[in-house]
């Protein structure tokens, strides 16, 4: 053993020099990897694939098919109308407070855009030069059924879009149920409202009054609109 | 014979040792700082696009939510680029006759998608989500930069893994409340020490070791 490792030492640039240059040529071979690891074959969402025909990665469903779980077999859920093709007037779920909190949220998100966040048609992009809408509160639309707002959603309306992309059917049903909450809010009378509301309605217009200045009193009054 | 090597020679040698050790040395800190260098990292970068869109002002001057445009990211891993038929909602009324949004057009007409230059692009093998930065309290503005104040799209950071670690490691000091991950002029209240904190324990954020394993961004 010692006489073998002894001989080895002996001679050390003769055995060493072609592992070393093999050793240098792997580090060179490893400069090239590390782009594949970063962009791999698999398909990222929007990533363009020219596998295909139109160099889109992301596929569209072959028409006629359904994903699992998307059968759309409850039509006033999915369209709005009963069997008979009927838009339903009533909401296929629970009406609760975090329902039209959604709605509201997601009211001031896609619609207020242009319908205004009180509905009144008078979104930003109205004011660019958008074909007004109709406001959300108008008795014409007061008396639709709750399916006509979730239709006109899913179908869109006139100048307006389908946002059944951007809004899924949840959504369509919770912004549904907060218009007829802004119908119903746009229409109300001081006196049908809760009374710790009309009191600080009342605490807000006497403090108004006393300050005797038109600039407060518009403040006063804007903060309880 | 005479001596080859004067006394003066061993100064020479120990001095070469270490002007070789600090060479080598600040070559690899040299090396690490041009890896980190925005001209690696591409932040701050404008990448030219089909169409010169603002964000500015599409967001601060219209007042438009970012989730109008990216509305997938509540719900997935991609934050989702808007189909043409999105920009159409407004623009069939809207600067329908503008040259500059010809390729909007165009795209609309003929069903082709607008083929954008992708901006922040992780490695394949990073496994990011969008969905569960935004439900733990992670704002759009914390990640992706002052969006709202950028006339072209930029990176906002620098996407390397030590930036990522930075606050999967310390997300107190990152995370805000759930309803104004999409306020881009949210400041956070500072006279509370423990806010941070508070936040994470109310999002259920898990601990460090659970954010840093490998698993959580690597599979």
């Known amino acids: ?225 | 014979m005479a001596q080859i090597f004067r006394p003066s020679t061993n100064t020479i040698a120990k001095m070469s040792i270490i002007l070789g050790l600090a060479l080598a040395g600040s070559l690899v800190g040299l090396l690490m700082a041009f890896e980190r260098s925005t001209y690696r990292t591409n932040e701050g970068v404008v990448y030219a696009q089909p169409v010169p869109f603002s964000h500015d002002h599409h967001t601060a001057a219209m007042g438009i939510d970012c989730r109008y445009c990216h509305y997938s990211v509540e719900t997935s891993a991609s934050a989702g680029i808007p189909p043409t038929d999105v920009c159409m909602n407004c623009h069939k009324e809207i600067w329908k006759d503008s040259p500059m949004l010809e390729p909007v057009r165009a795209s609309y007409r003929d069903n082709t998608p607008l083929e954008w230059n992708r901006v922040h692009d992780l490695p394949d093998f990073v496994y990011f989500d969008h969905s569960i930065h935004v439900a733990k309290g992670v704002g759009c503005v914390t990640c992706h930069g002052e969006v709202n104040k950028m006339p072209l799209i930029k990176r906002g950071s620098s996407l390397q893994m030590s930036w990522c670690l930075d606050c999967h490691r310390n997300p107190e000091k990152n995370v805000r409340p759930p309803e104004e991950v999409f306020n881009m002029e949210w400041e956070r209240p500072k006279d509370d020490p423990d806010y941070g904190a508070k936040l994470v324990e109310a999002a259920g954020i898990e601990g460090e070791q659970r954010l840093t394993s490998c698993s959580t961004c690597h599979r």
């Open chain 1, 1 to 225: 053993m010692i006489g073998k490792t002894l001989c080895s030492r002996s001679r050390p640039g003769s055995e060493r020099l072609p592992l070393m240059l093999l050793a240098v040529l792997g580090a060179l071979l490893t400069v090239g990897c590390r782009q594949d690891m970063h962009d791999q074959p698999k398909i990222e969402p929007y990533e363009v694939n020219n596998f295909f025909a139109d160099g889109m990665g992301s596929r569209i469903p072959p028409a006629g098919t359904i994903a699992r779980g998307w059968l759309r077999e409850d039509s006033a859920l999915w369209e709005g109308k009963d069997a008979a093709g009927e838009l339903v007037d009533t909401l296929p779920m629970a009406l609760d407070q975090a329902l039209l909190e959604r709605g509201q949220q997601r009211f001031e998100i896609y619609c207020s855009v242009c319908h205004g966040s009180t509905g009144d048609g008078q979104g930003m992009i109205v004011r660019r030069g958008f074909k007004q809408p109709s406001p959300l509160y108008e008795q014409r639309l007061q008396e639709m059924p709750v399916g006509y707002f979730f239709d006109v959603m899913t179908n869109g309306f006139g100048l307006m879009s389908s946002y059944a992309k951007q809004v899924p059917v949840q959504d369509r049903w919770a912004i549904a149920a907060y218009i007829r909450a802004l119908q119903l809010s746009q229409n109300a009378a001081l006196a049908e409202l809760p009374s710790p509301i009309q009191d600080e309605f009342h605490a807000a217009l006497t403090a108004a009054e006393s300050e005797g200045d038109g600039v407060h009193h518009d403040d006063a009054a804007a903060e309880h609109h």
